[in-house]
Every structure is written in structure tokens, then in C-alpha cells.
């Protein structure tokens, strides 16, 4: 393969491809991104078996043809030390050469050959709607995923699409996280897959500012993301996603409400977050008429407490949740207040910052 | 990272078998054996007369009887031996707060703060011995080293009362002739893939490539022997080993084969374990499970817990899924035991499930079990506690 092209340009694009990479794999060649060229346009592919990225850009300052398969983590290490504005890369026996400026890289790749094919999507049905909308719904969900394997289906996010709603749903069995958008998704009816949470993570380096339109589709086992110059490509979670509905508060089931400045809140919670230990932790929220104290204890280590000003007027109670949970919430969302609402000190919280998205939350019980 | 320590690993010399035969003039200089005496008995040490017969601790009693038929065969005094290890932490104390006891007869003690006090490491070992022989009159070896890895490798090596002193940055070069074996987290399997690699002694395991031996093993176990194969061990002496774990087990007179039978063991040891965590107000993180097969091929499997847990249902169906998938098909079970490890006071609390059973994918299977084994054994089987009928004296209670 010879190529000629701006060095950022190339580079951003290598970066974004090659975080899909595992940097260790019983296939070595998962390990390498596939660099193709045709004239002024170039594609870098990136696969760890599951996760497919395929990223291109045309540019007249780029040249050259054919393909090849070089190592991920060298390629980059080497592209972000050059400092010349273009790079080449041109074969030479059965290496390649990397060269810009005073730099001099050769780098052994493997045949491009055998490098995994992009899977085809063969759509059987598929939406659109603008990418910053689709990152905010992964934004508002993602974080309450199971972040390791086990829990079947908890380690990918469920995304529902109904004729005229896309809703994504999080959980790891003691929280759960879900986000609704009001899109023509153009289906006739109701169904959901399981997306597994590094595909979407690809989505987010993206970035949320632009309007750019994001296409999704759909087969029997996989989804496609694209948008211009981005492919993701992800094989979806098997196995049942828990029936999310079932364990959705009703209105009866959280009577008392109150509303807290979020910033506020997630200092307390940050605060009690110190001196709540490594192992088990919990923070007590209570609550008595106009206030909210936001403590935590744990033995050998010490105690915290806040105490904020609420508009509360119900009952006094106490209930604890892992300072984790509540923290990563009150990170993420983007609102100013944020709603608490509760039955007692045995039963889910439900907390919510605008009326599309919900986070429930289980207690620590005795 | 951590900034230079000074360890001693102390380790008596035929613990037992010594205090007998300080105990009782006439054993002097006989061949003596503890242990159990049973059909199953096992060797649990032997004075350094009978070691010269092939008889040595773990070794069936009977086959030691065969070697060494003349030996006086005891079945042991645990509150006796508790009571001199008692005294014998009295001692290590007055070196040293950060004693961290193995068991009755062995202790790592981080000595860093002491050597202003002390003197030299070497210097300290010379003492403790001194202070044991005078106190106790019973012999204690003794490794001096960086870490508690290479100083417990140090205490064996010259035994009976022998002082070994590695020197910071030779721990390396002390360990590489060793056999890979002799590193902590190295079993037989593991062994066997490095064998597989050419890499027989720590040494050549210590200079091997790493991306090699991660792929071999996975990182994490990669990881761990490299750095014990340099002399690299950073974990800190842990004072209170005080209920560190509850456990329960118990040796079959005949050997089980019945995958039904070993569950509803399991079972009881379960209910046994889980009983006694609630009766001391704790909870367990890692469930552990111990299986043998004849004639003495022990297994050790442990699973760590999302939550911390009490239930011996939950207990349980760990363990019985941890003998499932250790165990091959139908061989032979001789001895069967449950730890409840990394223990936390119940008062912190339980993080409740948003989808109960009904989202745990295992919970069918487990109802199916007890099924089956109240099926098997009568619906009474799977309520009853432990009884411990058929447990035998060397079921530890907390360790």
C-alpha cells in the first residue's frame, strides 16, 4: 500500500478506529487496524471481533492505493510522535515505512487478507434521527450498565423502538436507567435489541454538537450505526433483557417528592462519598420538613454530613443508597433541579431531571 | 511503591510432635507421628525421627504406618498446641506489633519499624530463636526477606532451627533455581502450561516473555507469578487474621459418587456455615469451596460475591456450582468442605435487587436442585442443619 496524507487528519481517524482494538488477542490480527486507499479517500477499519469501526476521509492532499494491515497501538504511538504536516507509508519488502519530517518508522504489519471482513448489514428495517439526540439518550443511560460480564444482558444497553419513540434502557440489577426521545422512527411495530456498551461508546467519541444525521439499522444479530465518514458495527448482546417495565415505580408507589438543586446534591453526595468506605458503601439521605441531610458513616474511617435546605413537608425518613450510584447520576445529567421521589426506606427511589428520562434506584436495606 | 520492609516468616520446627516430646521424656528421640488415626487419617506432622522413614505431614496414616511401624502414633492435642501458639505469639509480639499468624505454628512479622530497636535482621532471627528455645524450649525457623513471599521460601530452607537471610535484591537470584511450584497461585495446572512453555524453574519463568505467559495463562495470573518469579510481593502484613473465614468440611468414610449425594452434603455444610455467620453477625463476600479426590488430590475453587451474604441457599448453589464445573464426571469424592471468606459485619447493610429472583437466571436452577435433592432424600433434607455427624476432627471453625 502507498499512501500520502495530512498527518492529523490521519491520525484523528486512527485514534478513533483503534480504540476498538484489543490490545491482547488469541487473534493477533484483531490487533491490527486495516489501512485502505483509493485515489484522495481513505478507510482505517478496526475490529476486536465483535465491535466493528470503519473510519474514512477524502482529502486532496492524500494519494496512493491498496491496503494493508498494520499494528494498532505501534502505528499510533508512531503517528502522534511525527510532527511533520503529511506522512507516507510505502511498502518495502514485506514491511512498510512510515516517514514525515526527520522521522523514519518501518513496521512488520500481517496480510491484509486476513484481516476480518466488515460484516454486511443486509438491513431488514432501520431509523434515522440527528446524532447529538441519540448520544444524549447513551449519555443518560450508559452509566448504570453492568460494567462486567455475568449478568447476562445487564452489560448492553436495551434500545426500544417504537413507531414514535426511541427509548434506551441501563441496568445492573440495582438501578436502572432510562431515556426516551419522541422521533418518527418510521416502524409499524414495537422491538428491541441489546446493544453491547462499547459500540455505543464509539458513538459518544463522536461527540453530541452537530446535527449530523445518524442512520441505525438493524438484522437478526447486529446493528449498524453510520454516519459520514463513521461505521460502527456491533454483534448484539444475546440472551433476555430484564423486563424493565415491570419494575418501573407507579405514582402510588412513590408518594413523597422533593426537589434538590443538582449541584448541591452532588457535592453532599460526593462529601459522603469520602467517608463512606471502599467495600459496601451507603449514604443516608434523610429527610424532615425543610431538609435534607446527606450523611455517611463507616467504622475505622469516620463520618460526613450535609445539610441542605429542602422544600419538604412529608414524614420524616431515612434511606440509603450507594453514594456511587447517586454520584454518577447527578454527574451526568445536564439539568439544573432534580426531582427525588420515594415511599420509605425499603423501597426503590425514583429520581428524574425532565419528564423523558428516569433513574430508579434501589435502597440499602438492613 | 512501597517504601524497603524487613519480614520474618517463622515457622516451628514439627510443631506438634516437638511439644509432645517436650512434654513426655520418653518420646524423646523416637519417631512421632500426629494425625488422624482413622480409616482416613491423614499425617498432620511428625517429629524429624519419623521424617527420616519417608513419613511427612499430609501423608495417609496408614501408608505412614507401613513405613514406619515403630513410630508412636498420637491423635493430637489442638487445645494444647492452640495453647502454646498462644504463648508463642506472646513472643513474636515483643518484636513486633504487625504479627500476622498463618496457623497455630507458623507467622510472617513485619519487623521494618523494629530494627533501630533490634538490629539486624539476621541479628532478630538469632533472638526469636533465643526467645522460643528459652520460653518454650521448642526449635522455630526463620526467613529474613523483603516481602512475605520469599521470606516464608527462606524459612524452609534450612530446617531444623535455620536462620536464612535474603538480601534485598537477591530475592530473584534466590528463588530462580526453585521449581515453578513453589509460587503461591502455581498449582499443578498452571504448572503443566508452563511446562508446556519450557519454563520449569522460577527462574527461567521470571526471564520469559511476558506477552508469551499472557497469553498462556491471562494477565491477571501472568501478572501475579512474573512478579513473584522476581521477588516481587507487595501484600502487608494483616494483623488480625481473627475470623478471617468460617468454614466447614468433612472426610467420607467411603467416597462419594453420586453427584446427588455430594450436593446435599454441600447442602448441609451451607446451612451449617450460613448459621454461623448470622450467629456472629457477619456476612461473607467469597464462598469457597474444597474438594478431594482419593487418594489425596485436592481442589480449591472460590467465587467472589457481588454482595456480601448470609443466605446458605446462596452459599449453597456457589458452591454447588463451583463443584459442578470442578469436578469431572462421577470421579470419586472423599472429602467435601465450604468456607465463607472475606467477612463483613451484617449491620452494613444489603443492597437490594431491582428484579429479584425472578431476574437472576440461576435462580430456576437452583430451585431445580433442592428439588432434586428433596426429592432424592426426603423433604427434610434440605431443611435441616448441618449436623456434622460425619464430620471429622480436622473440620477447622474459625481460622
Not at chain 1, 484481516?115 to 440527528?130: D, H
Not at chain 2, 514406619?68 to 492435642?77: D, E, H, K, M, S
Not at chain 2, 451474604?309 to 465450604?338: H, K, M, N, T
Request: charge should be negative; hydrophobic fraction near 40%.
Amino acid at each position: 500500500m502507498k499512501l500520502e496524507t495530512p498527518r492529523d487528519l490521519f491520525l484523528t481517524h486512527l485514534q478513533a478506529a483503534a480504540s476498538v482494538c484489543p490490545t491482547r488477542s488469541t487473534r493477533p490480527i484483531l490487533t491490527d487496524v486495516l489501512v485502505s486507499v483509493e485515489g484522495q479517500r481513505v478507510e482505517i477499519t478496526a475490529t476486536d471481533g465483535e465491535i466493528t469501526v470503519r473510519r474514512s476521509y477524502e482529502h486532496e492532499g492524500v494519494s496512493g492505493e491498496g491496503q494493508a494491515a498494520l499494528p494498532a497501538g505501534t502505528l499510533l504511538s508512531a503517528v502522534r510522535s511525527m510532527t511533520s504536516d503529511t506522512l507516507s507509508l510505502e511498502p518495502q519488502g514485506g514491511a512498510h515505512e512510515l516517514t514525515g519530517g526527520k522521522a523514519y518508522f518501518k513496521l512488520q504489519g500481517d496480510d491484509p487478507e486476513l484481516f476480518p471482513a466488515v460484516p454486511e448489514v443486509n438491513a431488514e428495517r432501520g431509523l434515522e434521527l440527528p446524532l447529538g439526540d441519540f448520544v444524549g439518550l447513551c449519555q443518560r443511560t450508559m452509566f448504570a450498565a453492568a460494567r462486567e460480564m455475568g449478568r447476562y444482558a445487564f452489560n448492553g444497553v436495551l434500545l426500544e423502538v417504537d413507531p414514535k419513540e426511541l427509548t434506551l434502557v441501563a441496568t445492573d440489577g440495582r438501578r436502572l436507567s432510562k431515556a426516551a426521545l419522541a422521533v418518527d422512527t418510521g416502524v409499524t411495530e414495537r422491538f428491541s435489541v441489546v446493544v453491547p456498551l462499547k459500540g455505543l461508546q464509539q458513538l459518544q467519541r463522536l461527540g453530541a454538537s452537530d446535527d449530523t444525521q445518524l442512520r441505525i439499522e438493524f438484522r437478526q444479530t447486529l446493528v449498524a450505526f453510520s454516519v459520514p465518514g463513521t461505521e460502527v458495527r456491533a454483534l448484539l448482546v444475546e440472551g433476555e433483557f430484564p423486563d424493565f417495565r415491570a419494575v418501573m415505580p407507579k405514582e402510588a408507589d412513590v408518594p413523597s417528592t422533593v426537589t434538590v438543586d443538582r449541584q448541591e446534591l452532588a457535592g453532599a453526595i460526593q462529601r459522603a462519598t469520602i467517608t463512606a468506605g471502599d467495600e459496601g458503601p451507603a449514604v443516608a439521605l434523610s429527610l424532615s420538613a425543610g431538609s435534607l441531610r446527606v450523611a455517611s458513616r463507616q467504622e475505622g474511617l469516620g463520618e460526613s454530613r450535609s445539610d441542605l435546605v429542602v422544600d419538604y413537608s412529608g414524614d420524616d425518613v431515612e434511606i440509603r443508597f450507594n453514594p456511587l450510584f447517586l454520584g454518577e447520576y447527578l454527574k451526568t445529567m445536564p439539568e439544573t433541579q432534580v426531582t427525588f421521589r420515594f415511599k420509605d426506606r425499603a423501597s426503590a427511589g425514583l429520581f428524574s431531571s425532565q419528564e423523558s428520562s428516569v433513574y430508579v434506584v434501589m435502597p440499602i436495606t438492613s | 511503591m512501597t517504601s524497603a520492609r524487613l519480614i520474618l516468616h517463622a515457622d516451628m520446627d514439627a510443631f506438634y510432635a516437638s511439644i509432645e516430646q517436650r512434654d513426655e521424656p520418653s518420646l524423646r528421640g523416637l519417631p512421632v507421628v500426629i494425625g488422624g488415626l482413622g480409616k482416613r487419617g491423614v499425617v498432620s506432622t511428625c517429629s524429624y525421627e519419623a521424617r527420616v522413614f519417608g513419613v511427612h505431614s499430609a501423608l495417609p496414616t496408614a501408608i505412614a504406618r507401613q513405613r514406619c511401624p515403630q513410630a508412636v502414633y498420637l491423635p493430637g492435642r489442638i487445645a494444647h498446641y492452640a495453647a502454646v501458639s498462644a504463648q508463642l505469639r506472646a513472643i513474636f509480639e515483643e518484636f513486633t506489633d504487625l504479627v500476622e499468624p498463618l496457623s497455630l505454628d507458623e507467622a510472617f512479622l513485619d519487623v521494618t519499624g523494629s530494627a533501630r530497636l533490634f538490629g539486624s535482621g539476621e541479628h532478630m532471627a538469632r533472638r526469636l530463636q533465643d526467645r522460643v528455645a528459652e520460653e518454650l524450649r521448642l526449635g522455630v525457623s526463620v526467613g529474613v526477606a523483603s516481602n512475605k513471599f520469599v521470606a516464608k521460601v527462606a524459612s524452609d530452607r534450612e530446617k531444623p532451627r535455620g536462620i536464612t537471610v535474603v538480601p534485598r535484591g537477591g530475592e530473584a537470584a534466590f528463588l530462580a533455581p526453585l521449581p515453578v511450584r513453589s509460587l503461591w497461585g502455581v498449582g499443578p495446572a498452571t504448572a503443566e502450561r508452563l511446562t508446556a512453555l519450557g519454563v520449569h524453574t522460577v527462574g527461567q519463568l521470571a526471564d520469559f516473555e511476558h506477552a508469551r505467559l499472557c497469553a498462556a495463562l491471562g494477565d491477571g495470573l501472568a501478572a501475579h507469578v512474573s512478579a513473584l518469579a522476581r521477588g516481587r510481593d507487595d501484600r502487608p502484613v494483616i494483623v488480625d487474621r481473627e475470623a478471617k473465614s468460617i468454614g466447614r468440611e468433612t472426610t467420607f468414610e467411603d467416597d462419594l459418587v453420586e453427584r446427588a449425594s455430594c450436593h446435599e452434603i454441600l447442602l448441609r455444610l451451607a446451612e451449617d456455615v450460613g448459621r454461623r455467620l448470622r450467629a456472629a453477625g457477619l456476612r461473607a463476600h467469597t464462598v469457597r469451596l474444597k474438594l478431594r479426590h482419593p487418594p489425596f488430590v485436592t481442589l480449591s475453587r472460590q467465587v467472589r460475591l457481588d454482595q456480601a451474604s448470609d443466605d446458605e441457599l446462596q452459599i449453597y448453589r456457589e458452591a454447588q456450582a463451583l463443584f459442578d464445573a470442578a469436578r469431572p464426571s462421577r470421579r470419586p469424592v472423599r472429602l467435601l468442605g465450604v468456607t465463607a471468606a472475606d467477612l463483613r459485619p451484617a449491620s452494613e447493610g444489603r443492597q437490594a435487587e431491582l428484579f429479584g429472583a425472578a431476574a437472576d437466571t440461576r435462580g430456576a436452577a437452583v430451585r431445580e436442585a433442592l428439588d432434586a435433592v428433596r426429592v432424592r432424600f426426603g423433604a427434610s433434607s434440605v431443611r435441616r442443619a448441618g449436623t456434622g455427624a460425619d464430620t471429622d476432627p480436622e473440620a477447622p471453625g474459625a481460622s
